[in-house]
């Protein structure tokens, strides 16, 4: 019994310390917007920015195929906000976006399938459809963000320019 007790707190104590640290963005990845003026740097609000099909048909989310939240509801980003409390230094809810506009998606979300509709909800502007590309997804998990820069092309983790005419 003594020697039972000692092999299962060897082999509990190797598969504990020998599981690998998971990310805590495991699993996700983000697209990020900047829309902006020509000439401006400051993001515009009343903005709808929506996920399309190849026939410019809005995506639903069906079981939660495509981003680990809203389920079957139509993919439409969101701007990202301030968490930051009064006195304290600024503080972003997704740290890597500043004041764009954001979409979580899985990380094995097929970007190429799809494009972004950039709607000015004031009708300033006109309407934008951009293709996507798997270099516009942020991909934060090291393990994920090395793959992608054995790559040639274009690097991920950068914001999709947009300037609204």
């Not at 301030?82 to 600024?90: A, D, F, N, P, V």
């Not at 000015?120 to 820069?149: G, H, M, P, V, W």
Request: net charge neutral; charged share 25%; proline share 3%.
């Amino acid at each position: 019994m003594k020697h039972l007790f000692s092999i299962l707190f060897f082999l509990f104590s190797f598969f504990s310390f020998s599981q690998i640290q998971h990310c805590g963005f495991d699993f996700t990845s983000y697209l990020v917007v900047d829309v902006h003026e020509n000439g401006k740097t400051i993001n515009l609000d009343n903005i709808k920015i929506s996920l399309i099909d190849k026939e410019g048909k809005e995506v639903i989310n069906t079981n939660n195929t495509l981003s680990w939240k809203d389920g079957n509801k139509p993919m439409i980003f969101s701007k990202n906000y301030l968490i930051s409390k009064q006195g304290e230094k600024e503080r972003w809810f997704f740290p890597y976006a500043k004041d764009n506009y954001l979409l979580s998606v899985t990380n094995t979300f097929p970007a190429e399938q799809y494009s972004i509709k950039v709607e000015d909800l004031n009708n300033r502007f006109k309407t934008q459809i951009i293709e996507l590309n798997s270099f516009n997804l942020y991909i934060l998990c090291s393990s994920e963000n090395e793959k992608q820069a054995r790559k040639f092309g274009p690097r991920s983790n950068s914001p999709i320019e947009v300037v609204m005419e």
